[in-house]
Every structure is written in C-alpha cells, then in structure tokens.
C-alpha cells in the first residue's frame, strides 16, 4: 500500500470515459494494483443533477464503497468547478437561468452532497472549487468571489467537523481575502503546452518552499500539492495524441524527475495527476512502463 499520508492520486469517471476505459475498473486497479489508499473524487454537478430536483449520485456511491472497502480515505470535490476539461461542470438547464438564480441553485446542489455524504467517515476533508478564481482556462468560467463565500459559509454550516481544502488559482497565489480555507492546495506542473508551443513551467521547489513559509506565517494554513503533474500536456487530447507525442512532455524521466522535484518541497501529502493516463497506457497500449515509472519513484 502506498501511505495515504505521503501520496494520494485523484480520480475522475469522465477522464476514464475519456479513454474508453470502464471507471469502476479503473478505480479497482488504483487501489487494488497501485495501492492507493487517498483519493480525491469529483462530484460532478452535471452528471447528478442532469434535470433540476432530479439526483443521481449512483456512480459517487460506488466509488466511495469501493475506497471504503479497502480501508481508504476521500477528499471530496465541492462546487461547479472541477478537475478536468471543460473544468466547470454546470449542468445545461442552470444556464437558462439569472445569476442570481444560478447561485441559489448551486448552494442547493452543495447542501444536498454534503448533508448526503458528512455522515461518511471515510469523507475526511472537501475541497471547494478547484482553482475558484481562473477565470484564463476551462469553458464557462464565472468567477464570483461573493459567491465563493457563501458556498464556503455554507459547507462550514453543514458540516463544522470537516478541514475545506482550497487550491490557488496561479501558479504564485496565495490567500489572502475571503474565503479562507483550512488548508491550501497548489498544482506543481513542470512541462505545459501554451500558444502552440512547449514551456518550462516556473515551479521550483524552492519558490514552493517560500510560499508555503510565506502562507503559515500570513494566514497559519498548512499547505500540500494537491495535483502533481504525471501525465501529458500537449497540442491536443492525450486519447488523440500519439505515444511519441505524450512522452514529449511526460515519459519515465519525466515522471521520476517531477516526483523527485515535488518532494524537495516537504510537504505532505502529494496527490498524484494521472492514474486514469496510467491504466490506458497500460491496458490499451500494453505499455507498462508509465506506471512503472511511477511506482520506482514514489517507493
């Protein structure tokens, strides 16, 4: 078993559909395989509210118990913005709706996965709107500070006995206005793709380091990589891309060499990107080497 409190891995049932790889399959491989104990699971607001008033949290459910099972523990994802593209699951009906009108609706969708989930003891933290403020990636950003109150406020409300998680929203942030959370959460990326090009992502761990110094001394909030990048960015999909393509931004030294730079910023935990990419590779593809790669540098 990988220690849950040195490393987790998110998980999400749409980048599995993504790859035309069963989730539930997926998600047994990661824990029963890899030895994932710490996931972090979405709870995507267009998928269990497709029709308003109308909730299906079957595929969540299932999720947890599988985890459950295994003795594992979850963050929950909270809100209309979540990992993965388009990064802000909206359902379509909230669209026809005012502003105002859409915030009421979301405060409900909240309310109805908290008072569902908070009796879980398996759920021990949540974490609200992934990189709440970027409003420069994903489609149909709606930034609403105002709104992002009221939600934390809420969760608070609800369930008092549980840390929310929040993750900054640039690659240098740090919070210093309302909400603030219990816990901040930072990407850690090191090879991205942007105008047509490859880049060198800024992080270094020394300037991680800082932050986080710079946030417990500012705020008094423990900081953690929430989502280290161990799978491609590139020109396009990864499912569209070919093997040659994807290992131009993240093969085996690539891995080793992200894991290797996140630790030197000595914080735990470390909750890895890129499981989903992983069982592809290794079931579509025959390609063992990914998740190969992985497990020497995490171990």
């Given at each position: 078993m990988i220690?849950?409190?040195?490393?987790?891995?998110?998980f999400s049932s749409k980048q599995c559909r993504n790859f035309a790889i069963d989730p539930n399959e997926?998600?047994?491989?990661?824990?029963?395989?890899?030895?994932?104990?710490?996931?972090r699971l979405m709870g995507y607001w267009n998928e269990h509210e497709k029709k308003?008033?109308?909730?299906?949290?079957?595929?969540?459910?299932?999720?947890?118990?599988t985890i459950a099972a295994a003795g594992g523990v979850i963050s929950l994802c909270l809100g209309a913005r979540q990992p993965r593209w388009p990064e802000n699951h909206w359902p379509e009906w909230v669209w026809k709706r005012t502003k105002s009108e859409r915030t009421a609706a979301l405060l409900t969708y909240i309310k109805t996965v908290v008072e569902r989930y908070k009796n879980q003891p398996i759920i021990i933290s949540y974490q609200l709107e992934n990189e709440a403020l970027l409003e420069a990636f994903g489609e149909r950003p709606e930034v609403d500070r105002q709104r992002l109150v009221e939600e934390f406020a809420l969760v608070k409300q609800l369930d008092p006995t549980r840390p929310i998680i929040m993750t900054t929203s640039t690659s240098w942030g740090t919070p210093v206005r309302k909400p603030i959370p219990d816990i901040v959460g930072i990407s850690f990326y090191q090879?991205?793709?942007?105008?047509?090009?490859?880049?060198?992502s800024f992080h270094i761990p020394f300037v991680d380091r800082l932050r986080k110094n710079i946030i417990r001394l500012t705020i008094n909030r423990p900081l953690f990589v929430h989502e280290l990048q161990l799978e491609p960015w590139g020109p396009t999909a990864i499912w569209k891309m070919p093997i040659q393509e994807q290992d131009h931004s993240m093969d085996t030294e690539q891995i080793a060499r992200n894991?290797?730079?996140?630790k030197k910023i000595r914080v735990k935990p470390i909750d890895l990107w890129g499981g989903e990419w992983w069982y592809w590779r290794l079931t579509h593809h025959k390609d063992p080497s990914i998740w190969r790669a992985v497990e020497r540098a995490l171990r």
């Open positions: 220690d849950p409190t040195k490393y987790g891995v998110s997926t998600l047994r491989w990661l824990i029963n395989e890899a030895g994932f104990r710490r996931f308003p008033g109308l909730y299906d949290f079957s595929a969540l459910d299932g999720q947890i118990s090879t991205i793709y942007r105008d047509d090009m490859y880049h060198r894991i290797a730079l996140a």
